[in-house]
């Protein structure tokens, strides 16, 4: 009855919770994106572009991302392997444990005819799931306690995700142990299963599974002798050996039941199994109940962002399942600090303190604020220091294992922000205003407000947007344009112009790195000469010291997101300064 109730509750609450995501995916947006489109209007895009993908080519995209990136999720192995290893063990060892155990009315015996839970492989293999899930969250912890990963940050939902799940596997490690040595329940079993009316037989039974099976009787089974015990493994075999195994292959549970069994009398008499039992059941049903509300809900986002970022184009894509295709990616978002540990300005927030900075941290304040919560005029600026310090290098986006296309998100939170002039404050000159002011047709922004549209017809006869795979501004054309020669000074190769000041090439700079104060020591850092070089600043770069400094080892040229051939430019350079040189001596002579 109990059961009944709790699982009831738990099955509304988690109805009415889900309804209500949906309907905050359907009606709430990011940008100025889908306008004038309710929730049902949205609704009827979202149906329409599953139908059409269902019946598209791209279905075979859905298959890929299915088996690569949700179950062996190949985009965490990429990034770090030991956190794929916890993933891998929390997922599967949850998963398995759902379907087997927790489901096993519905599942294991609709497959295996002969199924009980206390039979082996099964009995077993719930313990070794279990098992699973408790080395999973061990890393988990290890992780965020000892590792000290850099930016790595623990909030209410991360302390709750694992709280619940650990809660869940070790009540029932607790209840299984406590079945062990339980007393009554053996009595219980006993009474319906084999219907002894014997008391010499019934002490013989129970003799044997103390000493076989781990029970712990209130009557004394030391001295029996062999005879009795040969006797209770007779009746074993006729009434309990089809559905029970030796408790010793549930090694989690016998193991503890060993450690409790000192102490069977007192739980015995507390009724420890039937506190475990409900412990074990509440604590899935709270799971359940407040999956909808908490970071749990990404067993279901991810999946859903994983399938919508593989099919949908933002060109091609209608903006409204665009917008709710976002609102789904906020809440799929498990705060892994991925995005944070490789976000190319994240070395701003160990200056300016402002966690909005950190793309991960960004993504918990936009929760809160799309959900309606009350936010200050300071916490809006928070948010738009990060958004607008953002160099739109995009590697956020691309090393999310979430699948959430962050650059895009960000894109149109700052859209929106622009547009409500009570809390935007404007922030010139910043790599995010001219990346925005250069693109704004590929991400359909509305070029009518100023320093947007001033600042774009200023630099309009040299720069210009082009079409390109590689998404990058271009100088004059072509983003491969060359100059046909050197002899009047120019540089050959003009991927300088790519650069928007994102600093990746001077963060990963092993020379800046061994400076304190590398600016006073090289002279200029390496994206200052692409941007002097930009500006039409030649002399000014041949200048900087960090030309002759370079150790040649690529590192700013491969981590570029624009592509810029920072080492190559400087061989340039340097090839110059020496032909200079060697001119000026010549003339000398």
Known sequence: MAFDIFLNSSLIILAVGLVLKCIHWFSCKIGIRADGKDAVARAASALSGIRKTILSPGILSLFRVFFLDILLQYKILKQDLLRWIMHMLIFWGFMLLLFMHALEDFVSESIFAEYYSTLNPFMFLRDFFGAMVVAGLCIAVFRRVFMKIPRLTTNRCDIYAIVIVALIIFSGFFLEAGKIISYSEFCDMEDYYSGLDSKQEIFALECYWVKNYGLVSPNDTSNVSQKILDSGEEIHGQSCMECHTKPQSAFGGFVLSRVLAPAGGILEKIGSVNIFYYIHIIACFAGLALLPFSKMLHIVTTPLALFSSAVMKRDKADPANIATRQMIELDACVHCNTCSKHCSVAPAFDIIGNENILPSERMMALRKYKKGRNFNRNDFSAIQQGITLCSSCERCTVVCPAGINLKELWYDVREEFIRNESIFTPLVLTPYSYNRSYAGEAFQTLQNDPPASDTKAAVSAVYRVEESEDHVLTLNGSPEKKSTGDKDGKINDTTFSYCFS?????????????????????????????????????DLALGAGMLWDCLTCYQCQEHCPQNVKVTDIFYELKNQISKDYLNNNDKES
Do not use: D, F, W
């Open 502 to 538: 994102c600093e990746n090439c001077t963060n990963v700079c092993p020379v800046v790195m061994n400076y304190e104060n590398p600016e006073k020591a090289l002279g200029l850092l390496p994206h200052q000469i692409m941007r002097s070089l930009g500006l039409g600043l030649k």
